[in-house]
């Protein structure tokens, strides 16, 4: 099975949170997760992210913080995730060695082209879909993913409100990694372990 899915936290982590994640690894399209918590102090993400790290690595899929690179390199996960404003690239890129890097896009090739000096392991676009857990993010035309497809030698995630209806379009159009939070930890019809088996 191809490991197509970059899979997000949900905003808060519940006690069910850590039973579902394993569930959800387990089926084994998954390639990475990332932990995302903008509004918890260090100490509990910290505390969050290591029960995290032995579930991911059982299921061997890589681990980045969003953000937190000094979590990212305390707790050895796998890399981090940063957005365009969230502190200097070149530092962070010194710091985390030869540990994933992945930045953010938003639809400018601007971005793109620039953050490619710091060499990042992958780059995100997005908002390409109404997303529940940004909602307020700006949208990502389909044409910057065939730009981008055609003209970064790099992985290319993408971010957005994607779905089981979908996902299909953005793989054709050349995304190696599809970002997923709502749809799997937010979803009125499916427990988490069912929303992720339907990303085939």
């Known amino acids: 099975m191809s490991k197509i899915i970059y899979l997000i936290s949900p905003n808060k982590i519940n006690k069910n949170f850590y039973t579902d994640l394993d569930k959800v690894l387990s089926f084994g399209n998954t390639a990475f997760f990332q932990l995302r918590l903008k509004k918890f102090d260090k100490n509990t993400v910290l505390r969050i992210a290591k029960r995290i790290k032995k579930i991911t690595k059982k299921h ?13 390199l305390k707790v050895g996960a796998d890399g981090c995730h940063i957005g365009q404003l969230d502190g200097s690239l070149k530092i962070l890129r010194k710091k985390m060695g030869k540990k994933i890097l992945g930045i953010t896009c938003h639809n400018s090739k601007t971005l793109a082209q620039t953050s490619l000096r710091h060499k990042p392991d992958y780059l995100a676009f997005g908002s390409f879909f109404k997303s529940k857990l940004k909602p307020k993010a700006s949208k990502a035309n389909l044409n910057i993913l065939k730009w981008a497809n055609k003209n970064l030698k790099i992985p290319i995630v993408v971010i957005g409100g994607i779905n089981n209806k979908n996902f299909r379009k953005l793989i054709k159009l050349g995304a190696n990694y599809i970002a997923i939070s709502s ?18």
């Open 183 to 200: 749809f799997i930890w937010d979803n009125p019809k499916l427990k988490p372990e069912l929303a992720i088996k339907t990303f085939k």
């Open 60 to 72: 061997k899929v890589k681990f980045l913080i969003n953000d937190y690179y000094s979590i990212a």
